[in-house]
């Protein structure tokens, strides 16, 4: 489909594991956008893309969150040392251009569940 | 922590009835956006307000911006089983528009 994809839709892993989660924007849209929601909560931003490099990753909780966009489009979002509290739904989204004022319109993925036992 | 304030949590109401869903802010927004979210989906986006006083229509809805742009509301008429849904408003801060998304308002429409 034409839409935002993230893979993969569960994640299930114990405490202290690593894992990857993978975001496929819409195919042109330079921006792209990572998002945490918790049960009972909107989204919380997290790191916002331009192109390859990172614009802002003033959202990411601590030093196990990282994540890359090496190409410009495919994204990866990595956490070390997972915490029974990194348990939520992680959300990717894109948009064609960053514009300022917040405008542009953002398509989100349908999210990964990441739940650590 | 989230700088907008969502009410209700939770409304239930029966087909045909109004409703009103208020996001409330003491931050200045550049613009604020309403967004619907259904179970194992992503936020989808309704509107997008960006001048205080602000009104628009979509349909059913309809939507305002404070005339501050610290507050919104959306009002939903002759609602109907298909506007059940999880609410969500947004607001973007700085220079490239970082939403900052409220907690949500769950809304259930019974036939």
């Known amino acids: 489909g034409a839409g935002v994809s993230q893979t993969p839709s569960n994640k299930v892993t114990e405490k202290g594991k690593y894992v990857e989660l993978r975001c496929d924007p819409i195919?042109?849209?330079?921006?792209l956008y990572w998002y945490r929601q918790s049960l009972g909560q909107g989204p919380e931003f997290l790191i916002y893309?331009?192109?390859?490099?990172?614009?802002?990753d003033s959202g990411l909780p601590n030093d196990r969150f990282f994540a890359v966009r090496p190409e410009g489009s495919v994204s990866t979002l990595k956490i070390q040392r997972t915490e029974r509290g990194d348990s939520a739904v992680y959300l990717c989204?894109?948009?064609?251009?960053?514009?300022?004022?917040?405008?542009?319109?953002?398509?989100f993925g349908p999210g990964t569940r990441l739940t650590v036992l | 922590t989230q700088l907008l304030e969502q009410s209700p949590q939770f409304l239930s109401i029966q087909e045909g009835e109004n409703l009103t869903v208020y996001c409330n802010s003491s931050?200045?927004?550049?613009?604020l956006q309403w967004y619907r979210q259904e179970p194992g989906e992503g936020p989808v986006l309704l509107v997008t307000?960006?001048?205080?006083?602000e009104v628009k229509k979509l349909k059913r809805l309809t939507f305002q911006f404070g005339d501050a742009r610290k507050d919104s509301s959306l009002h939903i008429t002759a609602a109907q089983p298909g506007d059940t849904g999880l609410y969500l408003c947004?607001?973007?801060?700085?220079?490239?528009?970082?939403?900052?998304f409220g907690a949500g308002t769950q809304v259930v429409v019974t036939p």
């Open positions: 307000v960006v001048t205080g006083g």
């Open positions: 893309f331009q192109g390859t490099g990172a614009a802002d």
């Open positions: 931050s200045v927004f550049s613009s």
């Open positions: 195919s042109g849209h330079t921006a």
């Open positions: 989204a894109s948009s064609r251009t960053p514009r300022g004022g917040g405008t542009d319109t953002q398509y």
């Open positions: 947004a607001g973007a801060l700085g220079s490239w528009g970082k939403l900052q």
